[in-house]
Every structure is written in C-alpha cells, then in structure tokens.
C-alpha cells in the first residue's frame, strides 16, 4: 500500500488569504492499520500493538505552525472537552463533522510538510506520533484495559528528545544525534557531583 499523499488543495494556496484548513484523513489511518499494526504490515512496529482497534481520529492540517521556537509538523493527542453547555456542544459537533464521531485520539499532520518529505521522513514522523499514545499501566506495571477489552490510553512523553523506536528504526536525527556523540565521550562532570547538584536527585537519596 502506497505512502497516502495530503490533498493538493490543502497546501497549493496563498495562507495569506486563508484561515488554517483541516482536512480528516481516514486513509492515512487505514495506511497505518495495514503497514504499521498489522503483523502483516511492511512496517509492523509491536510497540504499537495496543492501538489495535483503537478509535483513532487523523487530520490534515494546511501547514505547520511554530511553537516556542518549533516547527511543529504533527501532534497527536487524547480527546477531552475541558468546557460544558454550548463550547463542549461546539467541539463535538466539530468532531462528528469531521470523522462522524468523537474519537478517543486524535493525530493531526502538517499538508506541507508531508507532501514534500521523503517516505522515511513521513514514516518517522508517523511514528513519532503513535508513541505518543500509550497504555496506560497499573502499579504492578501491568498494561490496563478498558471495560470493553480495549486498551486504555495515556499520553506518553518523549524517551530523550525522540522515541528510542523511532532511532531504532530510523536513526537519529540531528538533535539525538549531539546526544548520542556526547555520549560516547568521557563525562566531563562525575555523577556523583551532578547528583548533589539535582534537587530531585537529593529528594530520592534522603
């Protein structure tokens, strides 16, 4: 199954004269059920296992938009309605427009990012977002589930500046990259010393 392209429409006009256009995506999430959490995919990643059958939502969004000093070219998010009485009414019926329901995710993509990245790019970037949505555990680090058997989802935060599945899969970007060649050097500070100047640190040895 091909990489899904974002519609044309999308990304081929002046954003001078237009307000930001969303656009949901269902084949990107059928792409991702057939090639990424199916055993059968070309991409099957088991760290995503507990998305199966999980109510997912995607978006195209026109562009990118730059968020303390950021690019940001996807966000992945759980659904939830922080408002009552007309506002919350308004996100719902906003959310059935778009997909015909309200999911529990939602992954949106920036159009003009990924209609000119390469296929490797567009994976990782993919990828970067599933991590983001993990199972939540219990305090015997056993995944939970829901009343209806499928996973129960949490917000996940990066492992460094990126998942360490999507260096595993992909290798390191520029930022992982400085990490990991600082990493391979003597430490300039010893431990110890770093520990006594961590708050946190001093909190969990006393």
Known sequence: MGRPQPPSVLHDIDLEDMAMRFRPAPDVWQWIEAEVLSEDGS?????????????????????CFTKQGRTVVGQ???????????QKARM?????????RV???VITLAADYCSQC???????????ELYHVAQETDQYGAPKFRRDGKAALIMRAH???????????????A??????????????VARLDIARSCGTCLLRAA
């Not at 991409?43 to 562009?63: C, E, M, T, Y």
């Not at 719902?92 to 997909?99: G, K, L, P, S, Y």
């Not at 930022?175 to 300039?188: M, N």
């Open 43 to 63: 991409l099957h990643n088991p760290d995503h296992l507990h998305l199966q059958g999980a109510d997912v939502g995607i978006l195209w969004a026109g562009s």
């Open 76 to 86: 992945a998010e759980l659904v939830a309605f922080r408002a009552g009485g007309w």
């Open 92 to 100: 719902e019926r906003q959310m059935v427009d778009w997909f015909g």
């Open 103 to 105: 999911p529990e995710v």
């Open 118 to 128: 390469s296929d490797t790019e567009f994976c990782a970037l993919v990828e970067h």
């Open 159 to 173: 492992d460094v500046e990126e998942f360490v599945g999507v260096v595993r899969r992909y290798g390191a970007g």
């Open 175 to 188: 930022e992982v990259q400085r990490l990991i060649d600082a990493a391979k050097g003597p430490p300039e």
